[in-house]
Nanobody, 118 residues
Framework: EVQLVESGGGLVQPGGSLRLSCAAS????????MSWVRQAPGKGPEWVST?????????YYADTVKGRFTISTDNAKETLYLQMNSLRSEDTAVYYC??????????WGQGTQVTVSS
């Protein structure tokens, strides 16, 4: 059974940092394509970042987070991370990890709330 469990969300002031984690199980994590997607209140889902780990590792970011967010994995821990720096109010959203990319998200986590506010 595939499971994706996010953690690390919370309330942070503008300019602050958070690191989200997504513990994965039930599939071969070391070669899996993984993504972060967020959904702000009253808006549709927004792709944030994807990491591809087939032969070489490649990472991609939405323009809205490029230079501020970093996606990474720890294959030994089967965990996906999203390091978020220089947070802005517009980053407030529920953040989901997903197996796959924007062509097909196969599985989703339950989400973790990130609120950026003073």
């Amino acid at each position: 059974e595939v499971q994706l469990v996010e953690s690390g969300g919370g309330l942070v002031q503008p300019g602050g940092s958070l690191r989200l984690s997504c513990a994965a199980s039930g599939f071969t994590f070391s070669s899996a394509t993984m993504s972060w997607v967020r959904q702000a209140p009253g808006k549709g889902p927004e792709w944030v970042s994807t990491i591809y780990k087939y032969i070489v590792t490649n990472t991609y970011y939405a323009d809205t987070v490029k230079g501020r967010f970093t996606i990474s994995t720890d294959n030994a821990k089967e965990t996906l991370y999203l390091q978020m720096n220089s947070l802005r109010s517009e980053d407030t959203a529920v953040y989901y990890c997903a197996k796959g990319d924007s062509y097909e998200y196969e599985y989703w986590g339950q989400g973790t709330q990130v609120t950026v506010s003073s």
